[in-house]
């Protein structure tokens, strides 16, 4: 299933799930305070792994 809010699909490295970052950082990341302020990670809304947002390793869709 994939989720697109708005913004960039991503696929979670750990699991496949496929979301948009700004569902993950509604979602999973809501109670980070980094989460607004330009943080280079995101978390997993399903699986809750977390993972540095990087080009070229199959996050970025």
């Known amino acids: ?3 697109r809010i708005g913004g960039r699909i991503i696929r979670c ?3 496949g799930y496929q979301f948009s970052l ?3 950082r509604t979602m999973a990341c809501s109670g980070c ?3 607004v ?3 280079d990670y995101v978390k997993c809304p399903r699986c809750g792994y977390e993972f540095k ?3 070229g390793k199959g996050a970025l869709m």
């Open 1 to 3: 299933m994939k989720f």
């Open 13 to 15: 490295p750990n699991c």
């Open 22 to 24: 700004s569902y993950a």
């Open 33 to 35: 305070p980094l989460s």
């Open 37 to 39: 302020s330009g943080c």
């Open 53 to 55: 947002l990087t080009p």
